[in-house]
């Protein structure tokens, strides 16, 4: 972590980037560490392909985060697996991937990867902390809490000490807790609800009871005049059915594909295995995809390799 935060330091143009249609996460990694770059005195961009959702408008530097790739003489992938996934052509200068999650293309020697982080947010602020904790203020610590809030499910889908760890931390650094929940979960769009209750209309529960899901339809969406980002979180409806280990939510995306997010309980599955026989991961309670086809097509394609992984095959 030293050497790679000489290497960033070294840089004067520096450029962090994640995901396409990014969750809490993702806009807290790069939040979090642009901030803190932009505090150290070093000329740093924020990129998201697709913008900040609405709910994550309060993190700071929300309004700063440009939707096009600027130039820069180093980039930073933040919260993804490879370049490819921020949607945007791979640049002529250096890359260095921060990540949670180690499957995915390595970019340089000073690729930053750790599963055991609760969040890509937690990595990096190990990082950052490694580099100069002075230099971690509220503006850094805030989009850092965002992440590790979210991408923990509310700190239900990891185990151990680190996430409260962490947690604890960016409140002494000034995160107040309460306020940031009530941003995130107490001021849903009206527009989310009608879409959730549509979608609830086709939850299913099958092996028995122990398998659910729920699929989103791109006429849900037409009808109750919802976004992509008013279905996040819906996948914890099918997983909070009494009985269920394993948990799906697939959805419609105006891409050609199904967005695929699959959940287990303890003593369910190790999601992210499934995932990846699509292409996609994540971890062992938490992961995701993306297939194509016709629904039926994708939810039998889902629940076959589902079923083997309940009888031990995976």
């Not at 980037?17 to 996460?25: K, L, M, T």
């Not at 209750?197 to 009808?223: C, I, N, P």
């Not at 992509?228 to 959805?251: I, Q």
Request: charged share 25%.
């Amino acid at each position: 972590m030293k050497r790679t935060a000489e290497f960033v330091g070294s840089h004067d143009r520096v450029v962090v980037v994640s995901h396409i249609r990014p969750d809490g996460d993702a806009v807290g990694s790069v939040l979090g560490l642009t901030n803190f770059l932009k505090g150290a005195g070093i000329e740093a961009y924020p990129v998201l392909k697709h913008g900040v959702p609405t709910v994550f408008s309060f993190v700071p530097g929300a309004d700063e985060v440009l939707t096009t790739l600027p130039e820069g003489d180093l980039y930073i992938l933040v919260d993804a697996s490879d370049w490819e996934r921020t949607g945007f052509p791979k640049p002529d200068a250096p890359v260095v991937r921060f990540d949670h999650h180690l499957t995915g293309e390595r970019y340089s020697q000073y690729d930053l990867l750790d599963e055991e982080a609760p969040s890509a947010t937690s990595l990096i602020l190990r990082f950052l902390r490694e580099w100069n904790e002075e230099g971690i203020d509220v503006d850094v610590a805030l989009p850092l809490y965002v992440g590790l809030l979210t991408d923990t499910g509310s700190f239900k889908n990891r185990e151990g000490t680190r996430a409260f760890e962490d947690a604890l931390y960016l409140v002494g650094r000034g995160v107040n807790p309460r306020k940031v929940a009530e941003l995130i979960f107490r001021e849903k769009p009206i527009e989310m609800y009608r879409l959730l209750s549509l979608a609830l209309k086709t939850l299913r529960v099958v092996e028995d009871g122990k398998v659910a899901y729920m699929v989103v339809r791109r006429e849900f969406f037409e009808e109750v005049g919802a976004t992509r980002e008013h279905s996040e979180g819906f996948v914890e409806y099918p997983l909070s059915v009494r009985g269920v280990v394993v948990a799906m939510k697939v959805e419609w995306d105006p891409d050609g594909y199904w967005k695929v997010g699959l959940r287990s309980k303890d003593g369910g599955p190790n999601v992210a295995a499934i995932a990846e026989k699509f292409g996609g991961g994540g971890h062992y309670f938490s992961a995701g995809c993306r297939l194509f086809g016709t629904e039926e097509e994708v939810i039998a394609a889902l629940l076959a390799e589902i079923r083997k992984a309940l009888n031990g095959e995976v």
